[in-house]
């Protein structure tokens, strides 16, 4: 687990932190990209290293259960895609011995999600609404 400090820098732009974890680091930049403030957020990260010779970015799909549903998963997959940010890429959080109400893990990880994501036509890709976030 991690342990920081957030703040909107702006107040007018909410979603746009800065997170400290140590006292001794600077405070990085972490946008709340995507929630429902409920079940989900899609949290991201982008630093210029070096000054600007290398770039890292790392996103993160937090719950508050231990899993999300598929066509959740796939909803954020898709947003995330639109946003160019590679989906393929994400890993699983081992949580088998973590306590809680579940410890069961969605049937296709998000790079197998993203990956049929882009095999799909997108009027088959979608089985349930979606609702579109103007934003």
């Known amino acids: 687990s991690a342990v920081g ?3 909107a820098p702006d ?3 909410p979603a746009k932190l800065l997170v400290r974890f140590h006292r001794y680091m ?8 995507d929630t429902d403030y409920g079940t989900y957020s899609v949290v991201w990260s ?3 290293l070096f000054w600007g010779v290398a770039r890292v970015e790392f996103a993160w799909i937090l719950g508050r ?8 998963l796939r909803d954020i997959i898709y947003e995330l895609t639109r946003s160019k940010i590679d989906a ?6 081992d949580q088998d011995n973590c306590p809680g109400r579940n410890g069961t893990v969605p049937a296709t990880p998000p790079a197998e999600l ?3 994501q882009n095999e799909l036509p997108q009027e088959t890709y ?3 609404p979606k609702i579109d976030r103007a934003g």
């Open 5 to 7: 400090v957030a703040w």
């Open 11 to 13: 107040p007018d732009v």
């Open 26 to 33: 600077p405070a990085g930049p972490y946008w709340v990209l």
């Open 46 to 48: 982008c630093m210029n």
């Open 65 to 72: 259960e231990r899993t999300l549903s598929e066509y959740r």
């Open 88 to 93: 393929v890429k994400f890993k699983w959080t």
């Open 114 to 116: 993203a990956a049929a």
């Open 126 to 128: 979608w089985n349930y």
